[in-house]
């Protein structure tokens, strides 16, 4: 369904009940004028002088047979009639008839008195209302209208009441109780119709019906520019998410649609972030695997060989040499750190990582990474040693990742050195309320130039690349995304001794 349709639904659906809530209330203002002007009516009548009388006389005749006048043409009473004109003297012989009467006229008995005038405001228009006269029983002979009696135990002395059912066909029955003690008119009936502009609220439907229709016209006219707009911002809109986002929405003037189109080229330029972002990362992964089985294949090669080897001597009845022991359990130990880096890199990489928060006694976690990694440097013959101060340290922080991440610090300053070489791993506090932590080695340390870039994914050093050609390089990411997760702060910097020393420091937990 088109807006435009949906508004002309709306405008009909608001319109018509609001017309027809308008035209009740209008319906009940009318009856209500029309019950009030009639009851006016009939009361000044009841009061006029001699009514009581020639009711009295004639209950079935009176107000019902004789000529009804038209009250409200009757003039206003601030204007006097105009003086009757008299016809001008008819020329030529006299017209033959009957003599004329002698002696005085004869009055006419059963000619009526005038009718009183109408109430104020509603003179102008004819109205013939009937009286019908009934005694206290609400009985009255025809032509008057059978009533129910027990409508006269509504009515206390000198009270109305509308009769039920009289309002159909737009007629007005009211029934009056007299002030006349009992007799054939104690009740009176009055009945009349109610006038379509006596009491209106909203003219009649041929005055507004087609000024309505106009102004529901207008009304879809004027929104047409509007509904053009918006079909061509919907248009713009699917221009850019066809082409991945590429082409921008136009913004147009500052109102309600422009801000539209605005929030719409906000949501298309970060959507777009978003999906170069998601290339970008879907592109590193690919490279990651490649790289990443193409380095595990190269050490599961080697150790493959080197266990043939074993076999073979183990065949011959050879003893099995040392040398190559500590070959294949260098590499065994090199793809089992590999798989440790994906698993948490895996997991740094997910959307919103998990951490799990918790008190670290830094100096224990000292000891599980020197216990860890000790029998990999005595295979690489690199003397691994630590300190750490009298009183523990603590921080807060995920145990497993903070342990990953030292640990990578303190396999790379093992792996990257040279045989009889030294690293070691220092903790200690200082009087702000910091910890910090040391990994400093004599390697062949790194250039200027690449120190840098030791952060990002999958770069390493010159110097390392002779040490493990297959590295990934993932041990310093990783350690750089845990610092940063948890505030801490992590520097790479050449060492006193000629190598790379790499501090981590953080806000200490208090004991």
Same mark, same amino acid.
């Given at each position: 369904?088109?807006?435009?349709?949906?508004?002309?639904?709306?405008?009909?659906?608001?319109?018509?009940?609001?017309?027809?809530?308008?035209?009740?209330?209008?319906?009940?203002?009318?009856?209500?004028?029309?019950?009030?002007?009639?009851?006016?009516?009939?009361?000044?009548?009841?009061?006029?002088?001699?009514?009581?009388?020639?009711?009295?006389?004639?209950?079935?005749?009176?107000?019902?047979?004789?000529?009804?006048?038209?009250?409200?043409?009757?003039?206003?009473?601030?204007?006097?009639?105009?003086?009757?004109?008299?016809?001008?003297?008819?020329?030529?012989?006299?017209?033959?008839?009957?003599?004329?009467?002698?002696?005085?006229?004869?009055?006419?008995?059963?000619?009526?008195?005038?009718?009183?005038?109408?109430?104020?405001? !509603?003179?102008?228009?004819?109205?013939?209302?009937?009286?019908?006269?009934?005694?206290?029983?609400?009985?009255?002979?025809?032509?008057?209208?059978?009533?129910?009696?027990?409508?006269?135990?509504?009515?206390?002395?000198?009270?109305?009441?509308?009769?039920?059912?009289?309002?159909?066909?737009?007629?007005?029955?009211?029934?009056?109780?007299?002030?006349?003690?009992?007799?054939?008119?104690?009740?009176?009936?009055?009945?009349?119709?109610?006038?379509?502009?006596?009491?209106?609220?909203?003219?009649?439907?041929?005055?507004?019906?087609?000024?309505?229709?106009?102004?529901?016209?207008?009304?879809?006219?004027?929104?047409?520019?509007?509904?053009?707009?918006?079909?061509?911002?919907?248009?713009?809109?699917?221009?850019?998410?066809?082409?991945?986002?590429?082409?921008?929405?136009?913004?147009?003037?500052?109102?309600?649609?422009?801000?539209?189109?605005?929030?719409?080229?906000?949501?298309?330029?970060?959507?777009?972030?978003?999906?170069?972002?998601?290339?970008?990362?879907?592109?590193?992964?690919?490279?990651?695997?490649?790289?990443?089985?193409?380095?595990?294949?190269?050490?599961?090669?080697?150790?493959?060989?080197?266990?043939?080897?074993?076999?073979?001597?183990?065949?011959?009845? #050879?003893?099995?040499?040392?040398?190559?022991?500590? #070959?294949?359990?260098?590499?065994?130990?090199?793809?089992?750190?590999?798989?440790?880096?994906?698993?948490?890199?895996?997991?740094?990489?997910?959307?919103?990582?998990?951490?799990?928060?918790?008190?670290?006694?830094?100096?224990?976690?000292?000891?599980?990474?020197?216990?860890?990694?000790?029998?990999?440097?005595?295979?690489?013959?690199?003397?691994?040693?630590?300190?750490?101060?009298?009183?523990?340290?603590?921080? !807060?922080?995920?145990?497993?990742?903070?342990?990953?991440?030292?640990?990578?610090?303190?396999?790379?300053?093992?792996?990257?050195?040279?045989?009889?070489?030294?690293?070691?791993?220092?903790?200690?506090?200082?009087?702000?309320?910091?910890?910090?932590?040391?990994?400093?080695?004599?390697?062949?340390?790194?250039?200027?130039?690449?120190?840098?870039?030791?952060?990002?994914?999958?770069?390493?050093?010159?110097?390392?690349?002779?040490?493990?050609?297959?590295?990934?390089?993932?041990?310093?990411?990783?350690?750089?995304?845990?610092?940063?997760?948890?505030?801490?702060?992590?520097?790479?910097?050449?060492?006193?001794?000629?190598?790379?020393?790499?501090?981590?420091?953080?806000?200490?937990?208090?004991?």
């Amino acid at each position: 369904m088109t807006l435009r349709t949906r508004i002309a639904l709306t405008t009909l659906a608001v319109s018509l009940p609001l017309v027809a809530a308008l035209a009740a209330i209008d319906s009940v203002s009318r009856r209500r004028a029309a019950e009030g002007a009639l009851t006016d009516l009939a009361l000044a009548r009841l009061e006029a002088a001699g009514e009581r009388q020639r009711c009295e006389a004639d209950p079935a005749a009176w107000g019902s047979h004789r000529p009804r006048p038209r009250v409200f043409e009757e003039p206003s009473p601030e204007e006097p009639p105009p003086p009757r004109e008299e016809p001008p003297p008819r020329e030529g012989p006299p017209r033959e008839g009957p003599p004329p009467r002698e002696g005085p006229p004869r009055p006419r008995e059963d000619r009526p008195p005038p009718p009183p005038p109408p109430p104020p405001g !509603l003179a102008g228009r004819p109205r013939r209302p009937l009286f019908f006269a009934y005694d206290g029983q609400l009985h009255a002979e025809a032509p008057a209208p059978p009533l129910d009696p027990s409508l006269r135990n509504g009515l206390a002395s000198w009270g109305t009441v509308t009769v039920p059912g009289s309002r159909a066909h737009g007629e007005i029955a009211i029934l009056i109780r007299t002030s006349w003690d009992g007799g054939p008119c104690a009740f009176v009936l009055t009945r009349g119709a109610s006038e379509p502009w006596l009491g209106a609220i909203i003219p009649p439907l041929r005055d507004w019906l087609l000024p309505g229709l106009i102004i529901l016209l207008a009304q879809m006219i004027a929104i047409a520019p509007t509904l053009r707009r918006l079909t061509r911002l919907t248009a713009a809109v699917e221009r850019s998410a066809a082409s991945g986002y590429r082409s921008e929405v136009p913004v147009g003037a500052g109102d309600e649609i422009g801000t539209l189109a605005a929030a719409f080229a906000t949501a298309a330029r970060e959507a777009r972030t978003q999906l170069d972002e998601k290339d970008r990362r879907e592109q590193a992964l690919r490279d990651f695997l490649a790289n990443a089985t193409h380095d595990v294949m190269i050490p599961l090669t080697v150790l493959q060989g080197h266990l043939a080897k074993a076999q073979d001597q183990v065949a011959a009845g #050879e003893p099995v040499g040392r040398s190559l022991l500590a #070959e294949a359990q260098g590499e065994a130990h090199y793809m089992g750190g590999l798989m440790h880096d994906l698993a948490t890199r895996a997991r740094l990489d997910s959307a919103e990582p998990r951490l799990q928060f918790e008190r670290v006694e830094l100096d224990t976690l000292v000891a599980r990474v020197m216990g860890r990694h000790r029998p990999i440097a005595r295979e690489l013959e690199v003397e691994l040693e630590s300190a750490t101060p009298a009183e523990p340290v603590a921080a !807060l922080a995920d145990l497993t990742l903070l342990e990953q991440a030292v640990s990578n610090l303190v396999y790379n300053a093992i792996c990257h050195n040279r045989p009889e070489g030294h690293a070691a791993l220092i903790l200690d506090d200082d009087d702000a309320g910091r910890f910090r932590l040391r990994v400093i080695d004599d390697g062949p340390g790194i250039p200027e130039a690449d120190l840098a870039r030791l952060a990002a994914r999958g770069f390493r050093g010159d110097e390392a690349r002779t040490r493990a050609p297959g590295g990934q390089g993932l041990g310093l990411d990783i350690a750089h995304r845990v610092a940063s997760l948890h505030g801490f702060s992590l520097v790479l910097r050449r060492s006193e001794y000629g190598g790379l020393e790499a501090e981590l420091t953080g806000k200490e937990l208090a004991g």
